[in-house]
């Protein structure tokens, strides 16, 4: 069983940034991916950006320039830090941990999630 536990997140003006963080422990040796998606309200969970333990990053399109993604593998921790943000970004954010498969197209396999953080941006 795998747990992440995820911290940032909050309340920030349109044009900030905000840095979340998420950590993993237990049974995480299966896995080679880590990542964050997002959920708005009344709206689906949607991919925001992740990555492998190899170091390779993949982003949605609305974030990327803006959101960079990174690991400290020794410590099962993946950041995610966020730039110029937009009123649009706000949501609950959502850690991820799973396996992704090598080549394209891109595919992951989410096992386990985080308990999600809020992140507001205001205009």
């Known amino acids: 069983q795998v747990h992440l536990v995820e911290s940032g997140g909050g309340l920030v003006q349109a044009g900030g940034s905000l840095r979340l963080s998420c950590a993993a422990s237990g049974s995480i040796s299966s896995t080679n991916f880590m990542g964050w998606y997002r959920q708005a309200p009344g709206k689906q969970r949607d991919f925001v950006a992740g990555i492998t333990t190899g170091g390779s990053t993949n982003y949605a399109n609305s974030v990327k320039g803006r959101f960079t993604i990174s690991t400290d593998n020794a410590k099962n921790t993946v950041n995610l830090q966020m730039n110029s943000l937009k009123p649009e970004d706000t949501a609950v954010y959502y850690c991820?941990?799973?396996?992704?498969?090598?080549?394209?197209?891109?595919?992951?396999?989410?096992?386990?999630w985080g308990q999600g953080t809020q992140v507001t941006v205001s205009s």
């Open positions: 991820a941990i799973g396996r992704r498969r090598p080549g394209l197209p891109v595919v992951i396999s989410v096992d386990s």
